[in-house]
């Protein structure tokens, strides 16, 4: 069984300042490889225990989930959505017929705060093989827990039920599903909470509140995109290839292809996908992206697959048993391509579908501190097997969270450190005891990030606890003093003393008048117009209630634009906020290109932020979205809309979109689907044949566009353009070169052609600019533009490094350290182009490095 990964890396046997190629496995790879067991085809699983509260008495009708990991060979539906079960009397579950893998398994129940397992001493998954049937997989549940309530609907308005919904704080709780009016609830801990869902032909929505609050979610319709792979050479179908659709790099849905070659993707929401192949022997992707539309169901596409390679290996503990770490990730990474491992259930990390390379792995382990250098992998002919990713055992910080009085706080806690051995300000929770132990830290100046649970105030204005980590193997004790907790509550009213409802209201500690970003919190007021914020310390606040509540101009700095509120330990703030933020109406039309009406066209209103800096500005989550069809005449009504100015979008079944800006509220819009354009042409140049990345940006980066072709002879289709002003970075390896084309609505201009700048291998050696002593793990870039992470090569114990394919053209080298390092970044010229000599190696000599002073 695998499981999709992530990670940051290194490899046993390499040197700490060297990076030696990795070692490669010998023999031919093979045409065709054995794959690795379907799960689907293995004996089932399943797993049994007792709810209890922390009387250890057994809790009933307690909802129990189990969340498959992303597992290749396995499609996206059943790794989507969770299994669940109730609880009985006696407080027992069982779940059976499970697929072997790893689980997540969590519960909820009434009044009750919600509960993971974490099996293992701490690990996130409970592994479960083919035909294992544990007993005795409980959980304890404390008391605590606030409730979320909501409906789920569709663009209509109608009920969906049986919809799966779930909260995540510090991670999923337990799902439940919808009542057959739509209706559901949740109990969660108090504070930020991000509630979802889900259903049988929708595609998800999401929303965040400050539990206990009240969330309705409206699902549309999903789109998919069926089609099929196919051997590159042969043309025959190929079964068994995990293909997904991806978009701007996250993976968006999944599926396996059968014995005929088939997939289909779902669910699917409008936009631009990629689509991607990847088996132990075979790697394809479609040319360019493809367009969805809303609804659409599209294709087929046809997905060639090429011969390619597997990296494998494992992630190794400390110490001379060398045990593997089974919570591990990892990552391949070459230029702008990131790959993500699958990990079997002892831990080996598969990354398949790799091309011929040189790759930078990025391994992780939880609680462990993943080193500063790896040797470089090379994919040549063959598979790379075998490897192993040493990981160190880092500083320590642990405590407690407790008052300023003893009583220890539950709630949870992160650490801010680009060094630490998890992402950065991944939040753990903290148990009732408000034990914390935060392992495989670098040295250095840390903050601690604090969210309290119910009942007491965050740390300080800027929630954090500062630490400092004297080594890499400290243990560093240090409790988190937390203090009384504040409340205010209110409600907010328009002119006439009507409540209002769909208000975003932020609080934002203010000291003298300052406002501070960080400490702010959001909810959103129901029907009735209230609002309560727990947790606060006794300070001054500014409580902020819009979109439109305020006068649209910026206020003055550190004033407070709304309403000013005292909070005293233990005691709760009481205000009454008239609001001008009465709801209305958007109402318009969605005309095609000959301005015909568009019926059944998805239809969407997305708060705009005020570009003066307003203290909107200051509300995350601060767009208020609707969304809508339009009917038979193309018109479209969005109600209920706080007042403010919208972005309007519309989107087409058929595909195409349009969209409209700074719409008010009570106005009308009309969008008009305008013919779409297109780029097309042939890139030439070194390598150009292989992969070619190009990046359309049309003089708004929030709009940028990135397209992919594979192995299409150079030749490139750019589609679904609209009219204007477009820059082309067209980069193959390490090679770039930008092209400036204007398109008029509908036109397609072909013969758009591109020759790219050839390569040379750039040499030198970094050395300390005081002690003249070589400096090791220096990664040194070179690129017409040193943000483009083109090729690269790490320095070793003798400073020296080697970039193999630098530009011709270049204008920089840069050199970037490795995080907590007592160097800068250093940038060595020339300003001019450089002259391939006939070696095709250019010593820059001896480069000198400064350090902090």
Known sequence: MVVAGVAIAWC?????GRTPDAPRASGPAPAVKAARPDPRRLERASLAGTIRDDARA???RARVCVDLAATAGLPHELTRVPTCTTSDVHGRYALGALLAGEYRVSAMARFFAPAVLQPDGGRSWLALAAGEHPTGVDLVLHPGGVEITGTV?????????HAVVRATSVQPDAAVETDDAGGYTLWVLPGRVTVSSSAEGYSGDADSCQAPCTIDLQLVPASSLAGSVVDATSGAAVGGVQVVAARDGEELARDVSDDAGRFELAPLVPGRYDVIARSPAGYGRIAGSTPIGFAQHAGPVTVALHPAFEVSGHVELPGTARARCRDATLELVRGATVIAAERALDGTLHVPGVLP????????????RARELYPTIVVTDRDVADLAWPVETGATVRGRLRTA?????AGRIAIRGSSLAAPELAWYAVPRDGSYELRGLAPGLRELAVEPAHGVARVGPWDVARVTIPSATAVVDHDVIVQ?????????VNRKGVPVADVQVAVIRGDDHWIEQSASAVVRTPADGRFRFENLAPASYCVLAGPGSWDRAAPPAGVCAGALVTVEPGAVATIRQVSAATLGTITGVVLDARRKPVSDALVTASFEEDEQGSALAYLPDGAAVRKTVTSADGAFELARLPNGTYTIGATLAAGGDAQAEHVAVGTSATLRIHEAASISGTVHGDRAAELIQIAIDPGNSDAERHETYFRTAGRYSIGGLAAGSYALRFRVGAASVTRHVKLADGEHKAGVDVELPGTVALTGRVLDAITRKPVAGIRMT?????????EDNTTGD?????????PVGWRQVTGVPPPDSLYPPVVRGPQGPVTVTASGMIDLGDLLLPTYR
Do not use: H, K, N
Request: some cysteine; glycine content about 18%; aromatic content about 4%.
């Open 357 to 368: 390379g040189r790759y930078a792995a990025r391994p992780r382990c939880p609680g462990f």
């Open 12 to 16: 046993r046997g390499g040197d700490r």
């Open 484 to 492: 009384d907790a504040g409340a205010i509550t209110g409600s907010i």
């Open 405 to 409: 009085a003893g009583s220890p706080v």
């Open 782 to 790: 070179a690129g017409v533009r040193s943000d483009e992470d083109l």
């Open 153 to 161: 609907s569709d663009l209509a308005g109608g009920p969906i039920a």
């Open 58 to 60: 057994p809790i009933a």
């Open 798 to 806: 003798d400073g020296r490094f080697t970039i193999p394919q630098a």
